[in-house]
Nanobody, 123 residues
Framework: QVQLVESGGGLVQAGGSLRLSCADS????????IGWFRQAPGKEREYVAA????????YHADPVKGRFTISRDNAANTVLLQMNILNPEDTAKYYC????????????????WGQGTQVTVSS
């Protein structure tokens, strides 16, 4: 059974960096496509990035392209989201999600979700 746990969030100043981790304690994360999403208060959940199960294909949403990088560490059963040049608009709770098959941009297409980790960027 897939059990996703996010970590690595925190408070950072604008221009800083954070690295989020998505670990799967219940199954092998390499068997699933993984997506990162974020949700700010009063806003809908937003797609951030996704990586295929094999890890050969990655996708990044336009607002984060060039600043965020999604990657896999299959030996650690973990998917990472490296976030650089953070700005206050990146403030949100970040979630990772898993699905079998191909990556998708819609949150509705993912079957398993973690509890999220808060990222706060101060100006």
């Amino acid at each position: 059974q897939v059990q996703l746990v996010e970590s690595g969030g925190g408070l950072v100043q604008a221009g800083g960096s954070l690295r989020l981790s998505c670990a799967d304690s219940g199954a092998t994360v390499s068997n699933y496509a993984i997506g990162w999403f974020r949700q700010a208060p009063g806003k809908e959940r937003e797609y951030v990035a996704a990586i295929s199960s094999v890890g050969l294909t990655t996708y990044h949403a336009d607002p984060v392209k060039g600043r965020f990088t999604i990657s896999r560490d299959n030996a650690a059963n973990t998917v990472l989201l490296q976030m650089n040049i953070l700005n206050p608009e990146d403030t949100a709770k970040y979630y990772c999600a898993a699905r079998r098959g191909l990556t998708r941009r819609s949150a509705n297409d993912y079957d398993y979700w973690g509890q999220g980790t808060q990222v706060t960027v101060s100006s």
